[in-house]
């Protein structure tokens, strides 16, 4: 399990008025998340969705962080989305009680699933495999826990899910009411439009996202008409909750990215630049005017492969370079190897700004991904940087 998330003071605390100086206090690379941002992002997507009528489930890869973590859930129901084992046990060690695992369970997860419950956690696990149900029912008859099953429906991503078309659909849920007795809970049906990080433009972003609740209330509407009963319906990613029209018919929204946001969801028309809450503080190694590029601390370890959103048409590199205020620099890191990151750079009076020693901030291309390369967040508040909060490890 990862390591347990801890509020703790700064190398540069409150008494550093300057956001520049207390930066300039701090290692290279470092993680910076400026919590205001987040605390606005976590706002506006809250009350979104319970405007549009659901509730949110936030998800937590995106930080795994306790405090980003309360962050989402205020004023919210309470529930959060996992994608790792780890962190439903360190997310329900801090209270988290109602956790969702959104990765297909598989039987050697099992067990460590069924600890859970027996903690006290009410955990729903997902499934798109009518092998699973027969299996899992015989570890929790010896148990006598219970576990919430939900089906995931392939909304169009194609990555995981039974088709809503086909009969796998009833089967998989028969399947599951038929272990009732032993343990099993049908949840409902369970989807995730992950291939709106690909569409070009807004309205294809908000087609897909009518697309992810229409097919999902369709599926409904099929099981009802058979005679099942369908607890409830889960959505859920950033783009297509800041993109739904309505969501009528569903009643949860798993998303989390957005309260960082980052580069791709700004390409995608998710967010502006001045939503991104997450950047990354690294310094200039290298600086070479013949071939017009400096070399950052910051390579792929520090800032991810991601490449963002090439399905644009753009050439998004590694990340937006800014300066320690945040001003957009106008360069972007073209290459990355494991500890370095090359910025071309056209502009003279921008060399002549970026010596060795320089210190700059990347704008992440994909958020969740840079934050799992760091152990910590370093966080500003305006002017000052007044926390570090670990970052949860493992599997």
């Known amino acids: 399990m990862g390591s347990s998330s801890r509020s703790t003071p700064s190398p540069c605390s409150s008494r550093v008025t300057d956001l520049s100086a207390a930066l300039a206090a701090l290692p290279t690379p470092s993680l910076l998340l400026d919590v205001e941002r987040a605390r606005r992002n976590a706002r506006r997507i809250g009350d979104r969705v319970k405007a549009l009528g659901a509730r949110l489930r936030p998800h937590v890869k995106t930080h795994k962080c306790i405090e980003v973590g309360r962050l989402q859930v205020e004023g919210q129901f309470g529930g959060i989305t996992v994608s790792t084992l780890a962190e439903a046990r360190a997310f329900a060690a801090h209270g988290f009680r109602d956790i969702t695992y959104a990765v297909p369970i598989e039987p050697g997860k099992f067990d460590a699933a069924i600890s859970l419950a027996r903690a006290g956690v009410r955990l729903a696990v997902i499934t798109d495999d009518v092998a699973i149900p027969g299996p899992l029912a015989a570890r929790l008859r010896a148990s006598a826990q219970v576990l919430d099953v939900w089906v995931k429906v392939d909304c169009g991503y194609h990555r995981c899910g039974v088709d809503p078309e086909t009969d796998a659909l009833p089967e998989l849920v028969r399947r599951i009411g038929e272990e009732h007795a032993a343990g099993l809970r049908f949840g409902g049906l369970l989807t995730h439009a992950g291939h709106s990080y690909h569409a070009k433009g807004r309205a294809?972003?908000?087609?897909?996202?009518?697309?992810?609740?229409?097919?999902?209330?369709?599926?409904?509407?099929?099981?009802?008409?058979?005679?099942?009963?369908?607890?409830?319906?889960?959505?859920?990613?950033?783009?297509?909750?800041?993109?739904?029209?309505?969501?009528?018919?569903?009643?949860?929204?798993?998303?989390?990215?957005?309260?960082?946001?980052?580069?791709?969801?700004?390409?995608?028309?998710?967010?502006?630049?001045?939503?991104?809450?997450?950047?990354?503080?690294?310094?200039?190694?290298?600086?070479?005017?013949?071939?017009?590029?400096?070399?950052?601390?910051?390579?792929?370890?520090?800032?991810?492969?991601?490449?963002?959103?090439?399905?644009?048409?753009?050439?998004?590199?590694?990340?937006?370079?800014?300066?320690?205020?945040?001003?957009?620099?106008?360069?972007?890191?073209?290459?990355?190897?494991?500890?370095?990151?090359?910025?071309?750079?056209?502009?003279?009076?921008?060399?002549?700004?970026?010596?060795?020693?320089?210190?700059?901030?990347?704008?992440?291309?994909?958020?969740?991904?840079?934050?799992?390369?760091?152990?910590?967040?370093?966080?500003?508040?305006?002017?000052?940087?007044?926390?570090?909060?670990?970052?949860?490890?493992?599997?």
């Open 204 to 395: 294809a972003v908000a087609a897909i996202a009518s697309a992810e609740r229409d097919v999902m209330v369709r599926a409904a509407d099929h099981l009802r008409g058979l005679g099942i009963e369908v607890p409830a319906l889960s959505v859920g990613s950033t783009p297509t909750v800041t993109h739904v029209d309505h969501l009528r018919g569903i009643d949860e929204v798993r998303a989390g990215n957005y309260v960082f946001f980052d580069g791709t969801q700004a390409a995608i028309g998710s967010c502006g630049t001045e939503d991104c809450a997450l950047t990354v503080l690294t310094s200039v190694v290298h600086r070479d005017r013949a071939r017009r590029h400096v070399v950052l601390d910051a390579g792929a370890i520090a800032l991810s492969k991601d490449r963002g959103a090439t399905d644009l048409g753009d050439a998004p590199g590694y990340g937006r370079l800014l300066s320690l205020d945040g001003e957009d620099l106008g360069a972007q890191v073209t290459s990355v190897s494991q500890e370095h990151g090359t910025v071309a750079v056209e502009d003279d009076a921008l060399l002549d700004r970026l010596p060795v020693g320089a210190r700059v901030r990347v704008l992440a291309n994909h958020s969740c991904l840079t934050a799992a390369q760091h152990e910590s967040y370093h966080v500003h508040d305006g002017q000052r940087v007044v926390e570090q909060w670990s970052i949860l490890r493992g599997w």
